[in-house]
């Protein structure tokens, strides 16, 4: 079977870097996605990784450890705009997705 | 372009009734997806198609059917809604078998009494 793990609420003010983690069990494991959803709203993708190591996407950095089964999301510069859920998810057997049940993130002025 | 589009937006069903989950997308893509997301919950993968004429089950098939009519539709039946599928589906796609990056509709808030 597959199981994630992510803190279900972070707070940080406006400017600063919040980290959010996310560990994993997985087997036939491709990769983690991480997806931010505001209230109401869709899922939106905002990075993929395969391989161990940080991608980079603006404001927004994703690392990868598969020896660890463990990433995280690094925001930056946070905006009130930020504040949504963020859902890590591990791709497995190719075309499958398997979503953590996802981290509110607060920003506060 | 539209995107993914889900019709309807709200549904409220009596237990044991049926209904259909339209979804669409104009981005030529292959794969489809239908989620379901409970109440401050992740997504859980109902039901796949890598390509038009091909499904496969997800984490949580039970109760559902599925239809990849074409490679732009694919649709969800719930066959006898019972009030544990009270739910939000998602329908997302992606381009490619394997795609990384999936597309999310807005989403079907559903309601079963």
């Known amino acids: 079977g597959q199981s994630l793990e992510q803190p279900s609420e972070v707070t940080a003010v406006e400017g600063a870097i919040v980290q959010i983690n996310c560990t994993y069990q997985?087997?036939?494991?491709?990769?983690l996605s991480w997806y931010q959803q505001h209230d109401g709203g869709a899922p939106t993708f905002l990075s993929y990784?395969?391989?161990?190591g940080l991608e980079e996407t603006g404001r927004f950095s994703s690392f990868l450890s598969r020896s660890d089964s463990y990433g995280y999301l690094l925001l930056q510069e946070l905006q009130m705009k930020d504040s949504a859920s963020y859902f890590c998810?591990?791709?497995?057997?190719?075309?499958?997705?398997?979503f953590g049940s996802g981290t509110k993130l607060n920003v506060k002025p | 372009n539209a995107g993914v589009t889900q019709t309807p937006k709200f549904q409220v069903l009596k237990t044991g009734q049926s209904m259909t989950l339209q979804c669409a997308q104009d981005?030529?893509?292959?794969?489809m997806y239908w989620y379901r997301q409970d109440p401050g919950m992740g997504l859980r993968l109902i039901y796949y198609?890598?390509?038009?004429?091909?499904?496969d089950k997800g984490e949580v098939p039970n109760g559902y059917n599925v239809s990849r009519l074409n490679k732009r539709e694919f649709s969800l039946r719930l066959e006898s809604a019972a009030p544990s599928q009270t739910s939000v589906y998602f329908c997302?796609?992606?381009?490619?078998?394997?795609?990384?990056?999936?597309?999310f509709g807005p989403g079907t808030r559903l309601t079963v009494l």
């Open positions: 997302a796609s992606s381009g490619r078998d394997g795609d990384n990056e999936q597309f």
């Open positions: 997985t087997s036939g494991f491709y990769g």
């Open positions: 990784n395969a391989l161990d």
């Open positions: 998810a591990v791709r497995y057997n190719f075309n499958k997705f398997y």
């Open positions: 981005m030529n893509h292959n794969s």
């Open positions: 198609s890598a390509s038009e004429g091909t499904t």
